[in-house]
């Protein structure tokens, strides 16, 4: 594991609560993500951040909010939690491989329900 | 937009056969693919990448082929074992950052011993 932990690991909340999921990185990796997994659609990006107060959209931010105050932390947080937003949720951080390519280190994930 | 497909959802095969994983992009020429392993209530674990300039790639029982022109990448796993059985995501890199990746829905391979 490239030290990636994820905090909660499950979360049960209800509709309109706010809901923060942290990711804790230890490689000191610059590039920082946050996906979704849902049956049928697989990974999608909702935010990713590209260092320290810099962050960017994905394909499904609608919703959701990001801060990343230092390299090691990026949070997640659901403004106003939904019954569309129960899934789980895998942070990602990059590491480079030779050649200007880079991969990517899951987390174990956070499962989250929305009642 | 640009799109990856995994055609097959699931594969079951016998131990000892090679299994043969497909992986299909359009709308978009990726500089590489990925392809991740994951297992039950886990995140996705790198295994291989594959450069455009790249015919063919290999890590011990794995080799992954990349088709600029067929837009295609395949993924085989040679004298598969029981310890193989988990889900598949081949990924693309697309604009943007360097990382940022587009995920197929991924196969579940099941190897029967």
């Known amino acids: 594991d490239a030290g990636i932990t994820q905090s909660p690991r499950h979360k049960v909340t209800e509709t309109g609560t706010p809901v923060t999921l942290r990711c804790h990185q230890t490689e000191n990796h610059r590039y920082m993500y946050w996906y979704r997994q849902d049956p049928g659609h697989g990974l999608r990006l909702i935010h990713y951040?590209?260092?320290?107060?810099?962050?960017d959209k994905g394909e499904v931010s609608d919703g959701y909010s990001v801060s990343r105050s230092k390299t090691e932390d990026f949070l997640l947080t659901l403004e106003s939690a939904t019954s569309s937003q129960t899934s789980v949720y895998f942070c990602a951080t990059e590491g480079q491989l030779a050649g200007g390519a880079s991969e990517q280190y899951f987390g174990p994930g956070t499962r989250l329900t929305v009642t | 937009s640009q799109k990856i497909e995994q055609n097959s959802e699931a594969l079951n095969i016998q131990e000892g056969k090679t299994a043969t994983l497909t992986c299909n992009y359009t709308n978009y020429s990726p500089a590489y693919l990925q392809w991740y392993r994951q297992d039950p209530g886990r995140g996705p674990v790198f295994l291989l990448l594959i450069r455009e300039n790249e015919k063919e790639k290999r890590k011990e029982r794995l080799k992954v082929t990349f088709d600029t022109t067929l837009k295609q990448s395949l993924f085989h796993i040679t004298a598969s074992q029981p310890a193989d059985s988990a889900t598949y995501l081949c990924?693309?890199?697309?604009?943007?950052?360097?990382?940022?990746?587009?995920f197929g829905k991924g196969t579940k391979l099941s190897v029967k011993p």
């Open positions: 951040s590209y260092g320290v107060k810099d962050t």
């Open positions: 990924a693309m890199n697309y604009g943007g950052s360097q990382g940022n990746l587009i």
